[in-house]
C-alpha cells in the first residue's frame, strides 16, 4: 500500500501564494501518475493537477491554468502544486493522490488518497 502525507496548507490572502507537497512512500512512485484534487463545502471533488510518472506529461483544470503548477521529484518521492495568484474560490481540502498506472490523463480511478491539506483564501 501506498501512503500519501500532504502539508503546506493554510490561510491566505487573495492575490497571495501557497506551495503544498505531497510525500508518497513506496519503491514503485518513479512509475505511479500523481494528482491534486480538491473539493470546496457543497461541491464535488475536482481534479486540480495530474502529472505522469516521468514529469513529462502534465493536465491542468481550466479554473487554475497559468497559476498553479504540478512538479515532482522522484528522487525524494515527492509532488507539490505551487500556487499563484491565489482566489477565495481557490479555498477547499486538497488532496493528494497517486496511482499505479503511469498517466491517467483526464480520468479520476487514483488508487491511493492522502488525508487533505486545507487551502483558504480570504477576501
Known amino acids: 500500500q501506498v501512503q500519501l502525507v500532504e502539508s503546506g496548507g493554510g490561510l491566505v490572502q487573495a492575490g497571495g501564494s501557497l506551495r503544498l507537497s505531497c510525500a508518497a512512500s513506496?519503491?514503485?512512485?518513479?512509475?505511479?501518475?500523481m494528482a491534486w484534487f480538491r473539493q470546496a463545502p457543497g461541491k464535488e471533488r475536482e481534479v486540480v493537477a495530474t502529472?505522469?510518472?516521468?514529469?513529462?506529461?502534465?493536465y491542468y483544470a481550466d479554473s487554475v491554468k497559468g497559476r498553479f503548477t504540478i512538479s515532482r521529484d522522484n528522487a525524494k518521492n515527492t509532488v507539490d502544486l505551487q500556487m499563484n495568484s491565489l482566489k477565495p474560490e481557490d479555498t477547499a481540502i486538497y488532496y493528494c493522490a497517486a496511482d499505479n498506472r503511469c498517466f491517467l490523463g483526464t480520468r479520476t480511478s487514483y488508487a491511493y488518497w492522502g488525508q487533505g491539506t486545507q487551502v483558504t483564501v480570504s477576501s
Open positions: 502529472i505522469s510518472c516521468s514529469g513529462r506529461s502534465t
Open positions: 513506496g519503491r514503485t512512485f518513479s512509475s505511479s501518475a
